[in-house]
Nanobody
Framework: EVQLVESGGGLVQAGGSLRLSCAAS????????LGWFRQAPGKEREGVSC????????YYADSVKGRFTISSDNAKNTVYLQMNSLKPEDTAVYYC????????????????????WGQGTQVTVSS
């Protein structure tokens, strides 16, 4: 059973930094792509950053390029999202998700299927 547990959210002032962590278990890391998504109140969920260790590909939404960095520690089965230069518009619930690599090659970061998602962690950026 795939399990994903996010941590690291919180309240930060604009311009500050946070690092989100996603502890993964129940699957072989290399068989999946991992991604970070966010949903702000009244808005649709969007893909923030996704990557595949097997393919060596990484995606960032235009809104976070140059500010956010996705990384992983395969020995710990943990994925990170380093968020710098945070803006109030980054305020959202952030979710970690996993997608089988075969599906990721089809849909990319635009669509991760239900079932392999964490519970989310709140990030609030004050102005």
């Amino acid at each position: 059973e795939v399990q994903l547990v996010e941590s690291g959210g919180g309240l930060v002032q604009a311009g500050g930094s946070l690092r989100l962590s996603c502890a993964a278990s129940g699957f072989i890391f290399d068989d999946y792509a991992l991604g970070w998504f966010r949903q702000a109140p009244g808005k649709e969920r969007e893909g923030v950053s996704c990557f595949s260790t097997r393919d060596g590909s990484t995606y960032y939404a235009d809104s976070v390029k140059g500010r956010f960095t996705i990384s992983s520690d395969n020995a710990k089965n943990t994925v990170y999202l380093q968020m710098n230069s945070l803006k109030p518009e980054d305020t959202a619930v952030y979710y970690c998700a996993a997608q089988r690599i075969q599906l990721y090659r089809v849909y990319g970061c635009s669509r991760f299927l239900p079932g392999n998602w964490g519970q989310g962690t709140q990030v609030t950026v004050s102005s």
